[in-house]
């Protein structure tokens, strides 16, 4: 009776995973607080990356209701090939993530400026632009002055040494969706 009882309770347990699955998202990466995490608002739909080649999958851009987004939620971003490869190659971005997990700082209109390796957001100073990465390899650069278009966004992280909008520039909202903490360490 006992093993039929654990049974039963191990089968709803998958089947409720399997079932939040599209809505989980799990950060292992230093750059957020670790932990488990999921959508948030009325859309659950995973973000796009902007060279999605499936334009007819449940996940395309045109078929998503779009969240709005404000200063320091927390989203997740899945990067464009270029950007996905180079994270990949440098370690920034573990084999089994797709995504990074960041928060906007930056919103449609906002002005982003690098002075003296200091990026500013509204003539405010936010975060140092580091030259060379932790193992001594040069990071990109972005242009000295930005105006974030109608669908842009800024993300960043509170660490100094994250892989952010600092070096990949601007992301679109079809690439971002909102996430908020469900249980984190």
Same mark, same amino acid.
């Given at each position: 009776?006992?093993?039929?009882?654990?049974?039963?309770?191990?089968?709803?347990?998958?089947?409720?995973?399997?079932?939040?699955?599209?809505?989980?998202? +799990? !950060?292992?990466?230093?750059?957020?607080?670790?932990?488990?995490?999921?959508?948030?608002?009325?859309?659950?739909?995973?973000?796009?990356?902007?060279?999605?080649?499936?334009?007819?999958?449940?996940?395309?851009? !045109?078929?998503?209701?779009?969240?709005?987004?404000?200063?320091?939620?927390?989203?997740?971003?899945?990067?464009?090939?270029?950007?996905?490869?180079?994270?990949?190659?440098?370690?920034?971005?573990?084999?089994?993530?797709?995504?990074?997990?960041?928060? $906007?700082?930056?919103?449609?209109?906002?002005?982003?400026?690098?002075?003296?390796?200091?990026?500013?957001?509204?003539?405010?100073?936010? $975060?140092?632009?580091?030259?060379?990465? #932790?193992?001594?390899?040069?990071?990109?650069?972005? #242009? !000295?002055? +930005?105006?974030?278009?109608?669908?842009?966004?800024?993300?960043?992280?509170?660490?100094? !040494?994250?892989?952010? #909008?600092?070096?990949?520039?601007?992301?679109?909202?079809?690439?971002?969706?909102?996430?908020?903490?469900?249980?984190?360490?």
């Amino acid at each position: 009776m006992k093993l039929y009882i654990v049974s039963i309770i191990s089968l709803m347990f998958m089947a409720l995973c399997l079932f939040l699955s599209d809505m989980i998202i +799990i !950060n292992a990466s230093q750059s957020m607080q670790k932990g488990v995490y999921y959508y948030a608002g009325k859309s659950r739909n995973k973000p796009e990356s902007r060279n999605n080649e499936q334009k007819n999958n449940k996940f395309h851009s !045109n078929s998503i209701e779009r969240n709005r987004y404000s200063y320091n939620d927390i989203v997740i971003y899945i990067p464009e090939k270029s950007i996905y490869y180079f994270a990949q190659n440098r370690d920034y971005l573990s084999n089994y993530m797709a995504y990074i997990l960041k928060l $906007v700082k930056g919103l449609p209109g906002d002005t982003i400026e690098i002075v003296n390796n200091i990026l500013f957001i509204n003539q405010k100073p936010n $975060v140092t632009i580091l030259k060379y990465d #932790s193992k001594k390899r040069k990071m990109p650069v972005i #242009s !000295n002055k +930005i105006i974030l278009k109608h669908n842009e966004y800024f993300l960043l992280s509170e660490k100094e !040494n994250s892989f952010d #909008s600092r070096y990949f520039g601007p992301v679109l909202e079809s690439e971002i969706r909102k996430v908020r903490p469900l249980w984190t360490w």
